[in-house]
């Protein structure tokens, strides 16, 4: 017998009787606005940095302001209009180790926790928001929700290869609990939400 | 690198007793696992509905237990599909033996692997280092528990019982960091560059698994430090390693589980990355093992197939007062703590007898877990399970049975009230001797009662 009979088998023997799942939970809606404050709040207080912009052309604006040449930027969302442009995919994520900044659009945030879901859509390759010094995501207002349960509802995770949601700059506490940002992704983050 | 020269004690009470040597390091550990499951408290009391996610998501555990197998060949199937290898080990040794195949067959001699308590159960690292294979573990408390040749102390804070210079101690020696510096930011930036040339030279990634989604075929990956996705995003081969509990039924699940998880382990809203592998890239592969070690047998267990629940927090380890003064490494098992003991004798009751006895029955583990495991309950049913099945040393369980009888039978249980605080009023040196209560050792017995509750009440009933 191989492994997975035997597993399979002593899991069915063993197994207590069945109990039926769970309804699926929900929590009444959140206005739109204190949604959009709660979300830019919670993303301050893991570290990222939030800008409210109207159009995408001011956060090119906001690049060129801050961070001056272009040659330090990937961007992968049309209609910035600073930084390299980027439309085809990337062959071997291994070009990048040297990325300072990236610009990538995010479908969905989520007010509760501050994340943002980045999936294989929209990056050319999936170790770009990992790799870059600086994660700069791009979201648009109306898709920020309330809760997880309500992310799950508007996203079909399955679809892309690859998605994550991501909260903040990446860190770590391991060493004696003292919180450090920036540990093997990005030191950084932005978020823009566009209004 | 191997990890043979660290003997793990085998007794949780001796080996306690020398982590409790350094007084000053003790304290320490005391107050920086308290801090932790105080911020805990607060990221749990932001949520009103916080009951009802522990409620559900306990429920949820409970249905994926009672159809384990029909989710596991639902998963399977849609893995499947979705480009995925899929393997089934039924032992830690069967585990080991695929992870070693896949990594032969591309004449791979070194590889990155971010944090999976499976594999540390599995003894994965040592059985590669025995086969000539580099495994640099990625998460950075777990580099550093590596580079100092000993196992993780604690499943989310591997290496929580080291202080920043002995951290900076290593590094000196190691990744030739400056003599003497500490300074965790500093030692933070030394271990990304060092990590950061390893994870760009590495062909095969290895990771661990939160979650697999039978719905939908797929798997999520947290952490904060972002190594899972550094390791897996640039490696030709990505190996997930997971046990058969780790099953969820839905995507929609996941809204509860990621709501509790982060907060219940260090008191964030959610891990800075929740990353959904669904399918390898173009020019990637992509294995699963699911491993059963044990968890098939322990389902059978009807006292304690909860403790399968589990979803890795930390949170009763954080909050277990007998832990933060023992340290991780007294439990000599891969994973410590109120459920490490609950999970452990299922492996090996002979070795891990000791370790459900390493608690107070205070029952906080219970009461932060956010999958509701009655850990307390266990704890206090293994012993059982253990006195009868010969297990336990003899001086235990004789007083075990004694206090079983009194505290069955109301007459025994009054006498022996009386005659315990006659004693310890005829002779207080007994109960405080050290050497033949080692219950006394750090502790001073309390002034005995006069009389008892039920003579003072029935007293004072007469008079009223």
Redesign the interface.
């Known amino acids: 017998m191989?492994?997975?009979e035997?597993?399979?088998n002593?899991?069915?023997?063993?197994?207590?009787?069945?109990?039926?799942?769970?309804q699926?939970?929900a929590?009444p809606p959140v206005p739109a606005d204190a949604c959009i404050e709660k979300f830019a709040r919670?993303v301050e207080?893991?570290g990222g940095t939030v800008v409210e912009v109207t159009n995408l052309a001011e956060i090119g604006a906001y690049l060129k302001k801050h961070y001056e040449s272009p040659e330090r930027v990937l961007n992968t969302v049309h209609g910035v209009g600073f930084g390299q442009e980027l439309s085809g995919p990337i062959?071997d994520?291994?070009v990048l180790?040297n990325l300072e900044i990236a610009v990538v659009t995010g479908s969905v945030g989520?007010a509760?926790?501050?994340?943002v879901w980045v999936s294989e859509e929209n990056l050319p390759?999936?170790?770009l928001p990992?790799?870059t010094e600086h994660l700069m995501l791009v979201v648009a207002a109306e898709n920020i929700v309330s809760?997880?349960?309500e992310?799950?509802?508007r996203l079909d995770?399955?679809a892309?290869?690859?998605?994550?949601?991501?909260?903040?700059?990446?860190?770590?506490?391991?060493?004696?609990?003292?919180l450090?940002i920036?540990?093997?992704?990005?030191k950084r983050a932005h978020v823009f939400i566009l209004k | 690198m191997s990890s043979s020269t660290y003997v793990a004690p085998t007794d949780h009470a001796k080996a306690a007793d020398k982590f409790m040597e350094d007084e000053e390091r003790v304290n320490w550990h005391d107050k920086a696992l308290w801090f932790i499951r105080q911020k805990r408290d607060v990221a749990s009391k932001q949520l009103p509905e916080w009951e009802l996610l522990r409620e559900t998501a306990s429920q949820i555990k409970q249905n994926v237990l009672s159809n384990l197998d029909t989710y596991l060949e639902e998963f399977e199937r849609h893995a499947k599909q979705n480009g995925i290898t899929v393997h089934w080990a039924a032992d830690a040794a069967e585990h080991n033996r695929i992870v070693l195949d896949i990594i032969k067959r591309h004449g791979i001699q070194k590889l990155v692997k971010s944090k999976s308590m499976l594999t540390e159960e599995c003894h994965l690292n040592d059985f590669l280092g025995d086969n000539g294979i580099d495994v640099v573990d990625t998460d950075l408390g777990e580099r550093v528990v590596q580079l100092a040749q000993e196992p993780p102390s604690h499943i989310v804070l591997p290496c929580i019982h080291k202080r920043k210079e002995e951290v900076g101690e290593l590094f000196h020696q190691h990744l030739g960091t400056e003599k003497g510096a500490s300074d965790p930011a500093y030692l933070t930036e030394a271990a990304r560059q060092h990590l950061r040339e390893k994870f760009l030279t590495s062909d095969l990634a290895i990771t661990g698994v939160n979650f697999a989604i039978a719905e939908t075929g797929g798997f999520v990956v947290c952490t904060n430090e972002g190594n899972a996705d550094m390791g897996a995003h640039l490696a030709k081969v990505h190996i997930a390693c997971m046990g058969i509990e780790k099953i969820i039924p839905k995507a929609e699940n996941l809204g509860v589980f990621l709501r509790l998880l982060a907060r219940s382990a260090t008191g964030q809203p959610i891990t800075t990355y929740s990353s959904h592998f669904h399918r390898p890239r173009p020019d990637q592969e992509m294995h699963i093992v699911l491993v059963d070690n044990g968890r098939s047998i322990q389902l059978g267990r009807k006292d304690f197939y909860n403790s399968l629940k589990c979803i890795r927090c930390g949170a009763c380890i954080n909050t277990c007062p007998v832990y933060r003064r023992s340290g991780g490494h007294s439990y000599h098992y891969a994973i410590s703590g109120p459920i490490g003991a609950i999970l452990a004798p299922n492996m090996d009751m002979k070795k891990n007898a000791d370790l459900p006895f390493a608690s107070t029955l205070c029952g906080s583990c219970s009461n932060v877990c956010p999958v509701k495991i009655d850990i307390h309950n266990q704890l206090y049913q293994w012993r059982q399970v253990l006195s009868d099945g010969g297990y336990v040393p003899k001086t235990k369980k004789i007083g075990m049975q004694a206090m079983a009888t009194v505290l069955s039978n109301p007459t025994i249980y009054r006498v022996a009230g009386k005659s315990g605080r006659f004693m310890m009023n005829l002779m207080p040196g007994l109960a405080n001797m050290k050497a033949v209560n080692p219950w006394a050792k750090q502790r001073e017995m309390p002034e005995p009662p006069k009389e008892s509750f039920r003579d003072w009440y029935l007293k004072n009933k007469k008079k009223s």
């Open positions: 191989s492994s997975r035997a597993i399979l002593r899991v069915k023997t063993n197994k207590p009787a069945a109990v039926a799942l769970p699926t939970l929590f919670t207080a893991v062959e994520g291994h180790a989520v509760e926790n501050g994340a390759t999936r170790v990992f790799i809760n997880m349960h992310a799950y509802v995770v399955s892309p290869g690859f998605g994550a949601f991501i909260s903040g700059p990446s860190r770590t506490a391991d060493i004696e609990q003292s450090v920036g540990a093997h992704g990005p």
